[in-house]
């Protein structure tokens, strides 16, 4: 089946392997039936730098549906499909999932086999559930998390007694029991604070019945929250200048007619295959690893990936979970962002930190505003995806 990552570069690319978790779905009973659309190599908060025109929002099709993963959130949301899959970078299965009303989950780092997985940067993206409600999207999670001997990220110090991975015999499903009455949920003002105020309110609705339940809220400090944007484009465009290296119009993918020498070749071949997004990060990335610029850019975004790993840790020592808005806006018209690339980038504030902290997150919907999807997204600590899957549940009761 082709598999183009929205991009012309690999508009005929048929892989000669599955994926592991296309392996795993396929052993366990369920259907493929298809690839769905998405931002150009996962480029995109919005599903309109796809090399094949943007995705509509089944909620309202003058609206993007969110990105990357934009097509596996609308092919549930418009009942085309009971399950997806998508790939999570900086938020690229939570947001859709936000923006089009379903549940959409980024595993902890390691947690869920990569290979097969078409990489944007390494070692910040998941391959993620996406689903109609909380338990449908944990039962997938069960099927598809797991270690493999393919992939050396699931293949990790797990911290415990024994080396058995977290994955090897989960049932996240039975986490989806709704029981929030011992739970303490964190609430970081750094990501409410300038988000739209009928989101804000919207989520803050959901908080407030949880607490109905019996949950415990307490306020956290994010800090160095102020700089995980930043930090999160610095190593993605970085990892992504490298990774797309592989496209050169000599192994696989689109080659150019150009009848000049190699460096011609090249080079048309990827002004041809790339599209305008991908081409900026490309830049961008490989200005910041460039000599005399390496230790000013791509040096201090590690330095505040460390911080934000440090600040979750300190936080979940004394609550469960963390919950923000998914997403800081409202769904985005068709063509709003694409003409301001910054603004784009900015409306990942809320889902880029857990990326860079390696942490498992969950989207669920937590309401309406405007006729609109408002999400409301769970943070939790390295493997406590039963965590965040029991306070997502208890959103949809």
């Given at each position: ?7 012309e ?13 296309v392996e795993?779905?396929s052993?366990?009973?369920g ?55 998508g790939s999570?970078?900086?938020?690229s ?20 086999s ?15 559930p ?5 338990e449908?999207a ?10 493999d ?18 994955g ?5 499903a039975?986490a ?8 303490t949920?964190?609430?970081?003002e750094?990501?409410?604070?300038g ?14 019945e ?10 956290v400090s994010l ?5 995980a ?6 190593i993605?465009?970085s ?11 000599v192994?696989?993918?689109h ?7 190699w460096?011609e ?26 000599a ?7 040096g ?12 979750f ?16 806006v409202?769904?985005?018209?068709l063509?709003e962002s694409l ?7 900015l ?13 498992p997150?969950?989207?669920?919907p ?12 769970f ?19």
């Open positions: 089946m082709k598999t183009t990552c929205g991009s570069m690999l508009a005929q690319y048929e892989p000669p392997f599955d994926a592991t978790v795993r779905v052993a366990a009973g259907e493929i039936v298809g690839k769905t659309n998405m931002d150009e190599f996962g480029m995109g908060t919005t599903t309109e730098t796809s090399a094949f025109g943007p995705t509509k929002n089944p909620v309202d099709p003058e609206r993007v549906p969110g990105g990357s993963s934009g097509g596996s959130a609308a092919a549930v949301a418009a009942g085309e499909a009971e399950l997806a899959l999570d970078t900086g938020g299965v939570r947001c859709p999932a936000a923006f089009c009303g379903v549940v959409g989950i980024k595993p902890t780092y390691g947690l869920v990569r290979y097969g997985l078409i990489a944007y940067a390494n070692s910040l993206e998941q391959i993620g996406m689903a109609g409600s909380v449908e944990a039962t997938l999670l069960s099927v598809i998390a797991g270690p001997e393919r992939d050396a990220t699931t293949r990790l110090d797990t911290g415990t007694a024994t080396e058995t991975h977290p090897t015999e989960p049932d996240y039975a989806a029991d709704g029981d929030v009455s011992e739970m949920i964190g609430i970081p750094q990501l409410f604070d988000a739209d105020e009928d989101v804000v309110a919207t989520v803050e609705t959901a908080i407030a949880l607490k109905s339940q019996g949950a415990q809220t307490q306020p800090p160095s929250l102020e700089y944007v930043e930090a999160y484009y610095v993605a465009m990892e992504a200048s490298s990774n797309l290296a592989r496209f050169d119009g192994r696989y993918g080659r150019s007619d150009s009848e000049g020498d460096n070749s090249f080079a048309q071949t990827r002004s041809e295959g790339f599209g305008s997004e991908v081409k900026r990060r490309i830049l961008l990335g490989t200005y910041a690893l460039s005399g610029y390496q230790d000013a850019y791509y201090r975004a590690q330095d505040a990936r460390a911080w934000v790993k440090r600040d840790d300190d936080a979940f020592d004394s609550v469960d979970v963390v919950a923000s808005p998914t997403m800081p409202k769904p985005f018209r063509g003409d301001d690339p910054l603004k784009m980038y409306a990942d504030a809320n889902t880029t930190p857990a990326n860079l902290a390696n942490l997150a969950i989207s669920v937590a309401g309406t505003t405007d006729g609109l999807p408002v999400g409301i997204q943070v939790g600590p390295k493997f406590g995806e039963s965590a965040i899957i029991r306070a997502a549940s208890a959103v949809e009761m």
